[in-house]
């Protein structure tokens, strides 16, 4: 099944500096990777995704790449700020419904942004 | 719309007891399913539902069990718990698995097992 690494497990940068937050996968069939925002006590929320017949997405300062031939995927987040301090999942599945819809998770990358 | 509805919030159980966690959603989506989240493991799948009637197993299922006879309830029983199923446990829902929908995530339900 598929298997999902995720680096690094924790990352501090400076106020208005760029974090990356890296993700390889096992399955070559996996053709879906959302990204997961979860803040302290609360429940996980989707903030980007992205799909295998897509290179690149951008939404404001969030952006996900994506290398089908490395089969691995990243998260970068420029000019961070306080509030994006928050633990973040990749993500993968081989979305055509049934078992290959199930999301599986990496482990995490809890993010500090320093004031 | 509530969304996707978890109760308890918080329990806490002896090893041994069995119970049951809620989970509802009201947005007539197919897919349900049970995560667990400890510390530096990230969010594991217990079991999951593409629709009522149907349900599989996930990455962890050993000591519980689901069952799916309505579209809008999916509840996890844990049949004897244990001090390794103290967890934090979501409860999630798409309108048919990962392809094309954001999975929604209710709130949670935090179980300590002593």
């Known amino acids: 099944g598929e298997n999902v690494e995720q680096h690094p497990s924790t990352l501090s940068v400076q106020e208005g500096d760029s974090a990356v937050i890296k993700c390889t996968y096992s399955d070559s069939a996996s053709n879906y990777f959302p990204w997961y925002k979860q803040e302290l006590g609360k429940r996980p929320q989707l903030i980007i995704d992205?799909?295998?017949?897509?290179g690149e997405k951008k939404d404001q300062r969030i952006a996900v790449t994506l290398n089908k031939t490395a089969k691995h995927f990243s998260l970068h987040i420029t000019e961070t700020q306080p509030e994006d301090s928050a633990v973040y999942f990749c993500?993968?599945?081989?979305?055509?419904?049934?078992?290959?819809?199930?999301?599986?998770f990496g482990k995490g990358t809890k993010l500090s942004v320093k004031p | 719309n509530a969304g996707v509805t978890q109760t308890p919030k918080f329990q806490v159980l002896k090893t041994g007891q069995s119970m049951t966690l809620q989970c509802a959603q009201d947005m007539n989506h197919e897919y349900m399913s049970w995560y667990r989240q400890d510390p530096g493991m990230g969010l594991r799948l217990i079991h999951y539902?593409?629709?009522?009637?149907?349900?599989d197993q996930g990455e962890v299922p050993n000591g519980y069990n689901v069952s799916r006879s309505t579209t809008e309830d999916f509840p996890l029983r844990l049949l004897s718990a244990a001090p390794s199923q103290t967890s934090v446990y979501f409860c999630?829902?798409?309108?048919?698995?990962?392809?094309?929908?954001?999975?929604?995530f209710g709130p949670g339900t935090r179980l300590l097992v002593l």
């Open positions: 993500a993968a599945s081989n979305g055509y419904g049934g078992s290959q819809g199930n999301l599986i």
């Open positions: 539902s593409v629709g009522a009637g149907i349900t």
């Open positions: 992205i799909r295998s017949n897509v």
């Open positions: 999630a829902s798409s309108y048919f698995g990962g392809r094309t929908e954001t999975q929604y």
